[in-house]
Nanobody, 131 residues
Framework: EVQLVESGGGLVQAGGSLRLSCAAS????????IGWFRQIPGKEREGLSC????????YYADSVKGRFHISSDNAKNTVYLQLIDLKPEDTAVYLC????????????????????????WGLGTQVTVSS
């Protein structure tokens, strides 16, 4: 079974930057889209960016275009999310997830932001942005 572990969260001032990492326990990039999502208490989960590393298909939510950048290191089985110009409203738990390529596109994976059978999800890393 695949495990996804997020890291890199923390407390940062508004305008600051962070790089989040999502490390997979096995080689899944050939068969899975990888996505970054965030959860704010009381709000619906939001899909931020999803990637298919084998063909560089990438989706970004409008709310983070130009500020967040997704990348992958296949040799390390790791996907990164670079966050820049952070705002207090970016405060959330950031989670990564994997979905089989055969069942969805990276855009739909991100836009729906719902768990589905066969997905793998990490536990998340907290990002707190102070004003």
């Amino acid at each position: 079974e695949v495990q996804l572990v997020e890291s890199g969260g923390g407390l940062v001032q508004a305008g600051g930057s962070l790089r989040l990492s999502c490390a997979a326990s096995g080689r899944i990039f050939d068969d899975y889209h990888i996505g970054w999502f965030r959860q704010i208490p009381g709000k619906e989960r939001e899909g931020l960016s999803c990637v298919t590393s084998t063909d560089d298909s990438t989706y970004y939510a409008d709310s983070v275009k130009g500020r967040f950048h997704i990348s992958s290191d296949n040799a390390k089985n790791t996907v990164y999310l670079q966050l820049i110009d952070l705002k207090p409203e970016d405060t959330a738990v950031y989670l990564c997830a994997a979905r089989q390529k055969l069942v969805d596109t990276p855009q739909h994976f991100c836009q729906r932001a719902k768990m589905a059978p066969g997905d793998y999800w990490g536990l998340g890393t907290q990002v707190t942005v102070s004003s």
